[in-house]
């Protein structure tokens, strides 16, 4: 997270056009509190929770990835399948329609 977080403010370098902005040219002018109202947001962005919505982006979760559902549950991803610790296992399908959207608390590592 970190390194792309790094990566995006270097798309927002200071001393764009006329000196006064940013590289992308959404500021011009302005001192310090100007430019913290442009990075803040890109920022906030950058750092969100992800959200997924449906059973091929479950799918394509990393085993080892954590989510909460809707109803604030927890599930782990594990050999292609959703686990949780409660309940049996259930289609991506069926918990993508019935229980999203999940947001990502871990990413599991991919293996590539
Ligand atoms: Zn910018």
Redesign the pocket.
């Known amino acids: 997270m970190t390194g792309s977080i790094r990566d995006m403010l270097l798309?927002?370098p200071y001393g764009g056009p006329d000196f006064g902005g940013?590289?992308?040219g959404?500021?011009i002018g302005g001192g310090q509190d100007v430019w913290a109202d442009?990075l803040a947001p890109?920022i906030a962005d950058a750092t969100a929770p992800r959200t997924i919505t449906t059973a091929e982006e479950l799918d394509a979760l990393p085993d080892g990835s954590v989510v909460l559902d809707r109803q604030h549950d927890v599930a782990e991803k594990h050999s292609g399948r959703l686990l949780y610790r409660e309940t049996r296992n259930m289609p991506l399908e069926y918990l993508a329609k019935h229980y999203g959207p999940f947001t990502v608390l871990h990413e599991g590592a991919r293996n590539e």
Do not use: A
């Open positions: 798309k927002h940013c590289e992308c959404q500021i442009h890109i």
